[in-house]
């Protein structure tokens, strides 16, 4: 256990409890719904009768009813259990990737993606919290920083797996969906629900959500909630564009922005790691959450203007040490926030807003790109709108920061009588 606190601090005991492990083995399949299938898109054009332009639908399928689907699960969640509903994602999410296996036709695999993709959005949000349920102050921070490093893990390694297994044959990567049910098998046995988080809410739907609607209309609230979503705005759009900035800026080659895209998925990975040693050393939040959004901002901004690709690798580092920090600490933040009533609801409203975030700024982007293109060239016009993504992203978080830090804090007394201290609530 010694190299463990040596690593990750006094919180890494929390690696030996069942219950966490069995919530970082879940939060393990969920990255692959994305991961798996960028590694192989190209190869599926063929066997499920796809064209180079249409077979992109695969990844919106997934991603797209997530959108809805991760504020339903938690408004379910807070009704019937995290446990319920975590399991029955699991089961769902495994059962359907798993069988696109078993088709060559394109529109059943594209519906089998939509369920999939529904499914996604009972597993993050509830995995999340789950933690906050279990785990109070500087054990939760850490606990939402270790889940945020099994994703970087997760989502390093897997398109590695896919791209061996679609060598072999090309249904093969779409068996790692599989083990989603095995581990749902897991959960259903070994995992114990806090008594005090299962079935909190049993007012009425309209009820459940006019409290919600409150609690989120809170101006602290609100704002960790917008925050969370521009948290995610910048690393999106490093994503979306890596390789063109990569190829045509700098002059490398695509296998240079795999591993420069590698090493901001390590860097985000080390740093949500440590979530729980940086929660410890300042009395508030803060301050490595203002360092952490202008490292986003910033790191985004040495990349584009990067001389070569040793500095942009840099830049790169910079970004996703702060990507780390930023989500494991509003996250931890949403959950300590709100009642236990409501928290998974809440989750999943700001998860929801992180997966619109998503799906908008490479949309915004492009549009902007095409727009300048034919006035500043390419790279004029890609650095403009990065400057744009990265102020927007980087100091916006900054000012909800501030405007949250300013703001009455909110007291989960009054909304559950049953809710303990609300931990880290200092922004």
């Avoid at 590694?39 to 249409?54: H, Q, Y």
């Avoid at 959960?187 to 309209?206: C, I, M, N």
């Avoid at 040693?277 to 040495?302: C, E, H, K």
């Avoid at 009642?339 to 409203?349: H, I, Q, T």
Wanted: glycine share 12%; hydrophobic share 55%.
């Amino acid at each position: 256990m010694e190299p463990l606190r040596t690593l990750f601090g006094e919180e890494a005991t929390l690696l030996r409890e069942t219950d966490f492990q069995l919530l970082l083995l879940a939060n393990l399949t969920a990255p692959l719904g994305v991961a798996v299938m960028a590694a192989i898109l190209e190869s599926l054009i063929d066997p499920l009768g796809a064209t180079p332009g249409n077979i992109g639908l695969m990844m919106s399928a997934f991603t797209a009813p997530a959108i809805v689907m991760i504020v339903v699960a938690g408004v379910l969640a807070d009704r019937i259990g995290r446990k319920r509903v975590l399991v029955y994602s699991l089961l769902l999410f495994g059962t359907t990737g798993a069988a696109i296996a078993f088709t060559t036709d394109f529109e059943v695999a594209l519906v089998l993606r939509v369920v999939q993709g529904t499914a996604w959005g009972g597993l993050i949000p509830i995995i999340i919290t789950s933690i906050g349920d279990l785990y109070d102050g500087t054990t939760e921070a850490a606990g939402q920083g270790f889940r945020f490093t099994g994703s970087g893990v997760s989502s390093a390694l897997s398109p590695v797996a896919a791209g061996v297994l679609v060598a072999i044959a090309w249904q093969f990567p779409f068996l790692l969906y599989a083990l989603a049910i095995p581990i749902a098998a897991l959960v259903h046995r070994y995992f114990t629900e806090p008594s005090d988080a299962v079935g909190k809410s049993s007012q009425s739907a309209r009820a459940y959500a006019s409290e919600m609607l409150s609690l989120v209309r809170r101006r602290r609230v609100l704002m960790f909630v917008v925050a969370r979503a521009l948290g995610t705005m910048v690393w999106i759009a490093f994503l979306t564009y890596n390789s063109l900035i990569v190829v045509r800026l700098l002059g490398g080659t695509s296998v240079q922005a795999g591993v420069l895209a590698g090493i901001g998925s390590v860097c985000f990975a080390t740093a949500a790691s440590q979530a729980g040693r940086i929660t410890s050393v300042y009395d508030s939040r803060l301050v490595p959450l203002i360092v952490a959004n202008l490292s986003l901002g910033g790191g985004f901004l040495v990349v584009l203007y990067a001389p070569g690709l040793a500095v942009a690798a840099v830049g790169i580092a910079t970004l996703g040490l702060g990507f780390g920090v930023v989500l494991s600490l509003y996250r931890s933040l949403l959950t300590g926030v709100a009642p236990e009533s409501l928290r998974a609801g809440l989750v999943s409203v700001a998860e929801s807003g992180g997966r619109v975030m998503d799906t908008a700024t490479p949309l915004a982007m492009g549009a902007l790109i095409t727009f300048l293109t034919p006035t500043l060239g390419f790279t004029g016009a890609i650095r403009l709108a990065g400057i744009g993504t990265a102020v927007v992203g980087g100091l916006g978080g900054v000012a909800c920061l501030l405007v949250a830090s300013r703001s009455p804090p909110v007291d989960a007394e009054a909304w559950d009588d049953e809710a303990s201290s609300v931990p880290g609530d200092d922004a």
